[in-house]
């Protein structure tokens, strides 16, 4: 098993930009595909964005196409979101979450073994 922390959450104006962090221990990350998933107030937690294991396929959910980007430094054993052109749609808490190997099913949560205790982004207008 591999514990997940997230950082770099926070509050940020609409237009703003965050760069989120997923810290790996306990394991190398270097078997891990990775996620991004969200959590806004009153919905589910949903999908953001999943990057596989040496980094060379990335997914996102079409909602932060464009303004997002997942990036991994495995010698660092950490994965990265960074999110530019926020909007207050961003605003939820991000959960990194990994899985070994593959990324079949990518955005299913069930799929993804290990998970972070999540990091609040709070887009204002």
């Known amino acids: 098993q591999v514990q997940l922390v997230e950082s770099g959450g926070g509050l940020v104006q609409a237009g703003g930009s965050l760069r989120l962090s997923c810290a790996a221990s306990?394991?190398?990350?270097?078997?891990?595909?990775m996620g991004w998933f969200r959590q806004a107030p009153g919905k589910e937690r949903e999908f953001v964005a999943a990057?596989?294991?040496?980094?060379?396929?990335?997914y996102y959910t079409d909602s932060v196409k464009g303004r997002f980007t997942i990036s991994r430094d495995n010698a660092k054993n950490t994965v990265y979101l960074q999110m530019n052109s926020l909007k207050p749609e961003d605003t939820a808490v991000y959960y990194c979450a990994g899985r070994p190997w593959n990324l079949n099913n990518y955005n299913r949560q069930a799929d993804y073994s290990d998970w972070g205790q999540g990091t609040q982004v709070t887009v204002s207008s």
């Open positions: 990057i596989s294991v040496n980094g060379a396929i990335k």
């Open positions: 306990g394991r190398t990350l270097s078997f891990y595909a």
